[in-house]
Nanobody, 115 residues
Framework: LQLVESGGGLVQPGGSLMLSCVAS????????IAWFRQAPGKEREAVSCVSGPDTTPNYAGSVKGRFTISRDNAKNTVYLQMNSLKPEDTAVYYCQLSIQSDSYWGRGTQVTVSS
């Protein structure tokens, strides 16, 4: 299983980005997938998680109302729509999936929010 993130970049405060996480090697339809982020000098933190079909996603308080996680099982892809971005959202964003005791991570995509 491989996870590949994309969609990061430089955006001004108040702007939007949509990140994608494409899974390859197996279907991830029924597995929970999470987005994490890590800012320089800080611990990696959970941003959002989506479980199987017809479940309610979870969000960190700092992004609730601004970020939306979604998945397209036909494309084996999970998205993170990020709106009203703030400088404190600057970080490397990673997607993560757990299967039993194994944890899979992508290499991350850099998001920089700056004027």
């Amino acid at each position: 299983l491989q996870l590949v993130e994309s969609g990061g970049g430089l955006v001004q405060p108040g702007g939007s980005l949509m990140l994608s996480c494409v899974a390859s090697g197996m279907s991830v339809d029924y597995y929970a997938i999470a987005w994490f982020r890590q800012a320089p000098g800080k611990e990696r933190e959970a941003v959002s998680c989506v479980s199987g079909p017809d479940t309610t996603p979870n969000y960190a308080g700092s992004v609730k109302g601004r970020f939306t996680i979604s998945r397209d099982n036909a494309k084996n892809t999970v998205y993170l729509q990020m709106n009203s971005l703030k400088p404190e959202d600057t970080a490397v964003y990673y997607c993560q999936l757990s299967i039993q005791s194994d944890s899979y991570w992508g290499r991350g995509t850099q998001v920089t929010v700056s004027s």
